[in-house]
């Protein structure tokens, strides 16, 4: 073949390559845009909390000047969490939270329920502190927490690992939070067998994570979490790895001692279910 005539071949075949190349890439453009459009929608629905309640005669829920409960308000003057116009991103181009906005009033147990992979717990990590908000202002009682370190913002955490340390006995775990916090040894001992006597585990405190059963280690870790006496609690999917019938337990034992306390709670989960 002419060399001439190889070369036309050739650029009619690069033409022909181009163009595939570039139908497939507007075809990957659209996945991603249409998966990126899903996630949104979904973190919007999302960010539609609701207070998680198992027995509302039990709790006063604010109500409008009609008379009718409302749940949690984005534009509350006596909001105790604030998320406003957050944003979050891991890779600077596709927002995981976009454009988050929520009013947590103090006292209430606030649920935010969806599928893997929404948001839920980046919104959580990003309250806790683990996790820096790309844009927008998170508050805390009326103040900005966006710079404050984890340990400065006076939170406790409920891990769905439990996250106890394997090597600590039970009283050693509770203790570790106060420590950090420089209280002394009696102060310490005291708040220790209150937690533990909220979760009824005082006769557990110098057994070690592995002896006790998975609902043990669950009440342990709520106890660690309310040990310092926080005015928020955070929980990330914490009865994820209970049965169904401990879970549901547990999920009772957790709405009604945080109502009881009047501890503000946001509790992230994947099961729809009422507390």
């Known amino acids: 073949m002419p060399y001439f005539a190889f070369l036309w071949?050739?650029?009619?075949?690069?033409?022909?390559?181009?163009?595939?190349?570039?139908?497939?890439?507007r075809h990957r453009v659209g996945q991603m845009a249409a998966r990126l459009s899903l996630r949104n929608a979904g973190l919007r629905i999302q960010a539609q909390?609701?207070?998680?309640?198992?027995?509302?005669?039990?709790?006063?829920?604010?109500?409008?000047?009609?008379?009718?409960?409302?749940?949690?308000?984005?534009?509350?003057?006596?909001?105790?969490?604030?998320?406003?116009?957050?944003?979050?991103?891991?890779?600077?181009?596709?927002?995981v939270v976009k454009d988050l906005n929520l009013s947590l009033p103090k006292g209430e147990f606030l649920t935010m329920l969806g599928p893997s992979g929404s948001g839920k717990t980046t919104c959580l990590m990003m309250l806790a502190g683990f996790e820096t908000a790309?844009?927008?202002?998170?508050?805390?009682?009326?103040?900005?927490?966006?710079?404050?370190?984890?340990?400065?913002?006076?939170?406790?955490?409920?891990?769905?690992?439990?996250?106890?340390?394997?090597?600590?006995?039970?009283?050693?775990n509770l203790s570790f939070p106060l420590e950090v916090r420089k209280m002394?040894?009696?102060?310490?001992?005291?708040?220790?067998?209150?937690?533990?006597?909220?979760?009824?585990?005082?006769?557990?405190?110098?057994?070690?994570?592995a002896q006790l059963s998975g609902g043990q280690q669950q009440r342990i870790a709520l106890a660690r979490a309310l040990v310092f006496e926080p005015e928020l609690v955070l929980m990330d999917e914490p009865l994820g790895a209970l049965d169904k019938q401990l879970r549901e337990k547990m999920q009772f034992e957790i709405t009604n001692l945080a109502h009881n306390l009047g501890i503000t709670t946001v509790y992230v989960t994947t099961t729809r279910q009422r507390h």
């Open 9 to 25: 071949v050739y650029h009619w075949i690069k033409i022909g390559e181009n163009r595939h190349r570039s139908v497939a890439n």
């Open 184 to 209: 002394g040894k009696t102060e310490r001992e005291e708040k220790i067998m209150r937690a533990l006597d909220m979760v009824e585990m005082g006769a557990f405190g110098g057994r070690r994570p």
């Open 134 to 172: 790309t844009h927008g202002d998170i508050r805390l009682g009326g103040t900005s927490i966006n710079n404050i370190p984890p340990h400065k913002r006076g939170i406790g955490m409920v891990f769905q690992n439990y996250a106890l340390f394997p090597h600590m006995t039970i009283a050693e």
């Open 49 to 95: 909390v609701w207070l998680h309640l198992k027995q509302t005669s039990r709790v006063n829920l604010p109500t409008d000047n009609t008379g009718s409960r409302f749940l949690a308000d984005s534009a509350s003057n006596d909001a105790f969490v604030e998320f406003d116009r957050v944003q979050k991103s891991y890779d600077g181009e596709t927002l």
